[in-house]
């Protein structure tokens, strides 16, 4: 049984421009829940997606959207990328609900400059 | 709107020592609780899940208690080790499903 990965594990962007986050959910697991943790802060929920639908938002502009393909893995992506941006990127999967827990990847941390 | 405070936010103990993390939540209508571990720079590790039902879910050194009423749980480390220095972070769902609100974490040092 795979953990949930991510990639890439680091990440350098410029102030405006786009990026993509990828995601592999853990085998069995059919939910995908992204959330971006800031130096010294606990993580914070992005958004969930379920049946390739967007079930869930945090507080974050649209500028932030994700995808979830058939084979349950996600992505982030983020538009007009600006400094407050850079942080770590988890992704967590689970099946169907929180029951059993959530499942977190390693994260991918992006720096914008 | 679920607001999770974890305290301390930092803890330096010697080698050996028992210690417990605070977690408290305002809305205790929660689904079930998660600690997890983070060491620096790192993803988080699922360390203890205790469903709303539970008081407590225990793992070898480490026990994790459920005060639903009280909107409180405790993360107790027996014999602490230089090894169980990170960030534990607790956190809640409302309903099953739904976004995982966390807290701040408690950074702990444990010293040879």
């Known amino acids: 049984e795979t953990g949930v990965t991510q990639s890439p594990t680091h990440l350098i962007k410029t102030r405006g421009q786009q990026v993509t986050l990828r995601c592999s959910s853990q085998?069995?697991?059919?939910?995908v829940s992204w959330y971006q943790q800031a130096l010294g802060q606990g993580p914070q929920f992005i958004f969930q997606?379920?049946?390739?639908?967007?079930?869930g938002r945090g507080n974050f502009p649209p500028r932030f959207s994700g995808l979830q393909f058939p084979n349950y893995s996600s992505e982030l992506n983020v538009n007009a990328l600006e400094l407050d941006d850079s942080a770590l990127y988890l992704c967590?999967?689970?099946?169907?609900?929180?029951?059993?827990?959530?499942?977190f990847g390693s994260g991918t941390r992006l720096t914008v400059v | 709107k679920q607001e999770v405070t974890q305290i301390p936010a930092a803890l330096s103990v010697p080698e050996g020592e028992n210690l417990v993390l605070n977690c408290s939540f305002t809305?205790?209508?929660?689904?079930?609780l998660q600690w997890f571990r983070q060491d620096p720079g790192k993803g988080l590790t699922s360390l203890l899940l205790?469903?709303?039902?539970?008081r407590e879910q225990t793992s070898g050194r480490l026990n994790a208690s459920l005060d639903k009423s009280s909107g409180r749980s405790t993360l107790y480390i027996a014999a602490s080790q230089p090894g169980d220095s990170a960030t534990y972070l607790c956190?809640?769902?409302?309903?099953?499903?739904?976004?995982?609100?966390f807290g701040g974490g408690t950074r702990l040092m444990v010293k040879p």
């Open positions: 967590a999967s689970s099946f169907t609900g929180s029951y059993y827990g959530y499942t």
């Open positions: 085998s069995g697991h059919n939910t």
């Open positions: 997606y379920y049946r390739e639908e967007e079930n």
């Open positions: 809305d205790s209508a929660i689904y079930n």
């Open positions: 205790i469903q709303s039902s539970q």
């Open positions: 956190a809640v769902p409302l309903e099953a499903g739904n976004m995982l609100t």
